[in-house]
């Protein structure tokens, strides 16, 4: 890999990808996987119409517009750019793990473990909150919620698979163990599941799924795992569900447009930067974390709030 020019190794790669994407076996699970969580988010929408279970049905419309938009979007213009960006890094790669069914394993598990660390940054820091609250911004918790995301999210969370390429994972393992990892969160986003037992010990279940998306006080800011929960244990994540959950934002935004639900957290922002005195202020709006207003601003927006989740 020494020696080839970047334009070359560009272009390998956008290749090798692409071809991976039509001829590995993996890809068959891929897909299988996807049809099963759009199978069971439909049965779960049959169910509470036929049941007249309480249900948000224009947040449920909603998330299926998003849905619509996000994978339009992230299966074009930003999914290539995401291997574009991390082509790059491919140069500093001093080996590259061949693909076994231990170098999957090894690959599901770095990815979640990398997940686990995005996530929570994404809630610390207020520009890459601006994206992910979207996922938060419903008040209600059914399957059709993993499918509202922003439209904009793989423009911004390919860096945290930067680490997995120089370990020395290709770009197509490197993604798809990223995708699996997030495929595997769409069953538990249901109020239909109780707790599992000792599965709790070890996996993202519904129950510990539920605390993350609360807005109680002692929930926010907890269980960020992927498909593990071990991480939330090991570094003190962790809350489990001790009480009914209440789901949304702290400040609800009480819209079921697709386009306003995007915008929302970055008008929020913008508006905070105006107000905000300075430089340094107008820059601590954009990365410190949510609801952390800085000191300085308009008497009107002085009051320090907490709008994280």
């Known amino acids: ?26 890809m068959a699970f891929v897909s299988a996987f996807f049809l099963f969580n759009i199978a069971i988010m439909l049965a779960e929408m049959l169910l ?9 049905w224009w947040d449920t419309a909603g ?6 938009g ?11 750019a995401a291997v574009i960006f991390l082509a790059p890094f491919t140069l500093l790669q001093w080996y590259e793990i ?9 690959a599901v598990l770095v990815a979640d473990f990398l997940y686990y660390w995005m996530h929570r ?11 992910h609250s979207v996922h938060h911004s419903s008040q209600d918790y059914n399957l059709s919620v993993p499918g509202r995301l922003s439209w904009v999210q793989d423009f911004q969370e390919w860096i945290f698979l930067i680490p997995m390429v120089l370990m020395g994972f290709d770009l197509f393992q490197t993604l798809i163990a990223f995708v699996l990892v997030s495929q595997y969160q769409n069953w538990i986003h249901t109020k239909r599941i109780g707790r599992l037992g000792w599965l709790e010990y070890l996996f993202n279940t519904p129950s510990a799924h539920r605390v993350h998306h609360g807005t109680a006080r002692h929930h926010l800011d907890k269980n960020f795992g992927g498909i593990l929960i071990i991480w939330d244990r090991m570094f003190g994540t962790f809350q489990s569900e001790d009480q009914p959950v209440i789901y949304g934002l702290t400040d ?30 107008k820059l601590a709006v954009l990365f410190a974390p949510p609801g952390r207003r800085p000191e300085v601003l308009t008497i009107a927006d002085s009051k320090l709030t907490d709008s994280s989740i």
């Open 1 to 26: 890999m020494q020696g080839e020019h970047f334009d070359d190794v560009l272009h390998r790669v956008l290749t090798n990808v692409e071809q991976d994407f039509i001829s590995e076996p993996v």
């Open 48 to 56: 509470d119409a036929g049941q007249s279970k309480p249900r948000r």
């Open 63 to 68: 998330n299926l517009a998003i849905l619509a």
């Open 70 to 80: 996000q994978t339009l979007i992230n299966s074009t213009i930003l999914g290539v």
């Open 98 to 106: 061949p693909r076994t069914l231990w170098s999957w394993v090894l």
């Open 121 to 131: 940054v994404e809630h610390k820091v207020r520009i890459l909150w601006a994206f």
């Open 252 to 281: 609800n935004i009480h819209s079921n447009n697709p386009v306003w639900i995007n915008l929302v957290e970055y008008w929020r922002m913008a508006q905070d930067c105006c107000s905000a005195k300075g430089w340094k202020n």
